[in-house]
């Protein structure tokens, strides 16, 4: 069920996933910007977790989601923290008061989350961010709802969309963030923030299973 304890073990299983990915993070990061992502993105989630321990489990996934917003914006600088912050506020608000999410509740949430990223950081599609890791889970997550699959299959569908929508961040020519400063030098390379976003969802769908 996909409710505040999974919210919960997704924070925690995405911490650790983000740490263990760290130096990956840092080397993909350093190919096209300036070599943090990696750091950021450890420092954010482990203070998730911190604040899960210190207050509890809140009581929807949307509490869970919110604190998770509030953490990344205020404990995550550059350009990944506002952008998920950005995203998981969105999301908390597009599932506001549900005890648990089924699969049309998972394809809300995640493209109020892609449009938060969006309407924040004005990243199209292929312009090789980690829109385009979000927007191809969005699309599954969404055609997942549509064939009545479950909450847990969704997210599944979402992780493994978000997973191919990296592999095709490698051609691209970044033209937004700190990459976009490379021009054409930045193709060849995965985005940083899009695998970060497939880590991320990877861990959502772990959480569930
Ligand atoms: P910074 O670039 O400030 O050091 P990070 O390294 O933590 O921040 O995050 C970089 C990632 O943020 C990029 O790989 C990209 O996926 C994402 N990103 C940067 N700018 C944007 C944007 N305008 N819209 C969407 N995503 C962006
Ligand atoms: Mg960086
Ligand atoms: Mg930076």
Redesign the pocket.
């Known amino acids: 069920e996909l409710d505040a304890q999974w919210a919960a073990a997704w924070m925690r299983d995405a911490a650790v996933s983000l740490s263990d990915n760290r130096q990956r993070l840092i080397d993909?990061?350093r190919a096209?910007?300036?070599a943090?992502?990696g750091e950021?993105?450890d420092r954010g989630f482990s203070a998730i977790v911190e604040k899960l321990d210190a207050d509890g489990v809140p009581a929807t996934p949307s509490d869970v989601f919110k604190t998770a917003a509030m953490t990344l914006m205020s404990k995550?600088?550059?350009?990944?923290?506002p952008?998920y912050g950005t995203a998981f506020l969105r999301g908390a608000a597009a599932v506001a008061g549900k005890d648990a999410l089924t699969a049309d509740d998972v394809a809300a949430f995640l493209a109020a989350a892609r449009d938060g990223?969006?309407s924040?950081?004005?990243?199209e599609p292929g312009?090789?961010?980690?829109?385009d890791a979000f927007s191809p889970a969005v699309e599954a997550a969404q055609t997942a709802a549509s064939a009545e699959a479950s909450g847990p299959e969704a997210l599944d569908a979402a992780a493994n969309a978000a997973e191919a929508g990296l592999a095709g961040t490698e051609p691209l020519i970044a033209r937004?963030?700190?990459?976009s400063y490379l021009g054409e030098r930045s193709a060849g390379h995965l985005?940083?923030?899009?695998a970060?976003?497939a880590l991320i969802l990877k861990a959502a769908a772990r959480a569930a299973g």
């Open positions: 993909l990061d096209i910007g300036d943090d992502h950021n993105m995550v600088g550059g350009a990944a923290g952008l990223i969006v924040r950081g004005k990243a312009d090789k961010t980690m829109v937004k963030g700190r990459a985005d940083p923030g899009a970060s976003t």
